[in-house]
């Protein structure tokens, strides 16, 4: 088999079903996980080179055996692109830390149990990519954000880390944070989300990114990601004074 071969978690919907697509159109295998296997068959049903493989990212040991199958069916994997995610906006203005716990088990852990589990095959390899997907919210505090934010944060710190490490051994650690996009995801935000974005916008940038480009982080789109990039380096007196402003964020709301 020549094809190369990508796989993606958090496959089922939003931004990891659209890359997913994207890539099978390219003609690359495609390896799709998340824990919903009815839509993982729906995806694969429609296209030949891609298939499924159930897996539930909290569960580290699960994460090396699905791997593992990966591995056995395609031999050969070029690029994994780790995007599970979990949001649920109602939670995040308090200081819940079941919820806190929660998002960081999938968003943060989840990640690295992924990361682990391909760790020594990319070593041993000395080449390919591995992505990590984080947001916009991970550059810097945002009002009602009290543990997604925070665990994108530790995933750009990671990154940026793990960018280091696996470079010595010609491994590509690449940080993926896109701003806002119509997924299911989104879809249970009640404010307006400027510049939001369609799957496929993000997975052609992605696409591009990853294939085309030799960067660290891809992030789009560029007239809100640059303008939060800049935010992000005044002091916090002003910083706060103009996020506040811009999300007409209220002390006590
Ligand atoms: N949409 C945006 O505006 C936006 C912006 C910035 C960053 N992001 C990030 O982009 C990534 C994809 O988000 P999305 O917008 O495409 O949302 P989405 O459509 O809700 O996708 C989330 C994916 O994660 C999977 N997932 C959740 N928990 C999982 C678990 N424990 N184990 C395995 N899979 C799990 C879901 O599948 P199952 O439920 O079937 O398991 C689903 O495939 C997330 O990391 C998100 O934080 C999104």
Redesign the pocket.
Known sequence: MNKKTIWI?????????ALAIKFANKGWNVAI????EE?LNEICNQYENISAFK????DKSKCVDVFNEIKSKYENIDICFF?????NPKKEKDIDVDQMEEVFN??FF?TVNSIKAVEQYFKDKKNGIITI?????GYRGLPNSTGYGPS?SALNNLAESLYFDFKRSNVRVCLV?????K????DKNNFKMPFLKT?EYAADQIYDGLVNKNIFEIHFPKALTVTLKLLSFLPSKIYFKLVGRLTKYQKNS
Not at 9 to 17: E, F, P, V, Y
Not at 33 to 36: E, H, I, K, L, T
Not at 133 to 137: D, R
């Open positions: 978690t958090g496959g089922s919907t939003g931004i990891g079903k996980s998340a824990r919903r839509l897996l539930d990212v909290t995007s599970t995610g979990t949001w999938v968003n989840g997907v984080s947001s916009i919210a994108k944070s896109p701003g806002f996009i997924t299911p995801m989104t799957p």
